[in-house]
């Protein structure tokens, strides 16, 4: 009897911390760190990394696919701010991020007219300032030097039948010397030779424009062909400030806008610059566009890769604007994270237009009322990748 009492007992106790450990699987609440929100527990206990007392947080079948739902600690960790969407007025002046770049007008190749190898370089490092005239290269080429020897058989022909044949050794003289300038030679060094009667088995090669090397194509021992490139130089008496835009700015921008290139480099220094081209097509993956910005370079003291910002008047006008750290912005296009309820976000694309000092302009996507994350829009996007194991915006589409 007492054996039969006994195990009645012990089946209660454990169909009790059945029933109990069934309740706790079933809770509504599971288990998380607030500085590794990866750590995801069902019971209390603490964190396998940092070793902090996990938080609980509810589970809530309020969060929608495309929406993030945060913690009371989350929102007060990752400092996120709100504020409502308003009517306001942008400023005048449209702001693009730019990178100085070399002016293509201004730069120049120096090639070989003729084939052979690279005996002689006198400049050997990108960055070198070549004057026009300077020696650059020499070579040794076979051709050349069989066309020097047939300019200077043409002079001795001339000299040992003057007078005295029907064939016009001018004209040949004539000839050979044009090939000798078509291959590179210059009138100095033709008529050097024309006076030592003597070639050299190198020829001396002069640069034929004057810039900073930008490209060095060739070593010494190399053999270049007809036409090959020795070295591309660039003249840095003007810049391009090269800016991005996206395709709803372009309606703000002509040819006739008034354009600003500020240096932070140099103390926000500010040049006045003219607007040299605006590409004429438009990438449709990026929706990005390239304009470019022409500006004076006295002294050379600027120089290319340094960044910029293209400073673009416009017409003054009232629309809905942000905060510029509440946009997030990439090849796709720019979104903003809108409060759809008390702990609940969601990212949404909007067109943006002007930005001028810290806010931007919203021309859709948002209406006036809407509730805005302007601090801390990157953290939600980076816990929505975490989560969700997807960006909010594939597929998104304005």
Not at 153 to 160: E, G, R, S, T, V
Request: aromatic share 8%.
């Amino acid at each position: 009897m007492r054996y039969i009492l006994f195990s009645i007992i012990a089946l209660f106790i454990f169909a009790a911390c059945k029933n109990k450990n069934a309740a706790h699987t079933d809770s509504d609440t599971y288990y998380t760190c607030s500085m590794d929100p990866q750590v995801v527990e069902h019971k209390p206990g603490k964190c396998p990394i940092c070793k902090m007392e996990l938080t609980p947080v509810k589970k809530s079948n309020g969060e929608k696919k495309d929406e993030l739902q945060l913690s009371d600690q989350q929102i007060q960790l990752g400092n996120i701010q709100t504020d409502t969407v308003r009517n306001g007025t942008i400023g005048d002046q449209l702001v693009l991020t730019a990178t100085l770049n070399f002016d293509q007008t201004k730069t120049s190749s120096v090639s070989s007219r003729v084939m052979g190898r690279v005996e002689k370089l006198y400049y050997k490092n990108l960055g070198d300032f070549v004057k026009k005239g300077s020696p650059l290269y020499e070579l040794y080429s076979e051709e050349l030097n069989n066309a020097k020897q047939e300019f200077l058989l043409a002079l001795d022909k001339k000299k040992a039948f003057f007078d005295e044949t029907v064939i016009d050794f001018d004209q040949l003289i004539q000839s050979a010397k044009n090939k000798l300038l078509l291959w590179g030679m210059n009138d100095a060094q033709i008529a050097e030779l024309s006076a030592n009667k003597k070639t050299s088995a190198n020829t001396l090669f002069y640069s034929t424009a004057a810039g900073y090397i930008t490209q060095l194509d060739v070593r010494e021992g190399d053999y270049v062909m007809e036409g090959g490139t020795i070295v591309k130089l660039a003249n840095l008496s003007s810049l391009w400030a090269e800016a991005q835009v996206y395709t709803s700015q372009m309606a703000d921008i002509n040819n006739s806008s008034i354009a600003t290139v500020r240096l932070p480099d140099f103390e926000n220094k500010e040049i006045k610059g003219k607007i040299e081209f605006i590409n004429p097509e438009i990438n449709p993956d990026t929706r990005i566009n390239l304009i470019r910005v022409s500006v004076p370079n006295p002294g050379n003291q600027l120089k290319p890769g340094m960044p910029a910002y293209v400073l673009l008047k416009s017409t003054q006008r009232k629309t809905l604007t942000l905060p510029a750290d509440a946009v997030l912005r990439d090849g796709k296009g720019a979104t903003v994270w809108i409060q759809t309820s008390e702990k609940n976000y969601k990212s949404i694309m909007v067109e943006i237009g002007l930005e001028s000092d810290d806010r931007i302009e919203i021309k859709s996507g948002l209406q006036e009322g809407d509730i805005v994350v302007i601090t801390g829009a990157y953290l939600l996007q980076s816990e929505f990748i975490f989560k969700k194991g997807a960006n909010p915006m594939e597929g998104m589409k304005m």
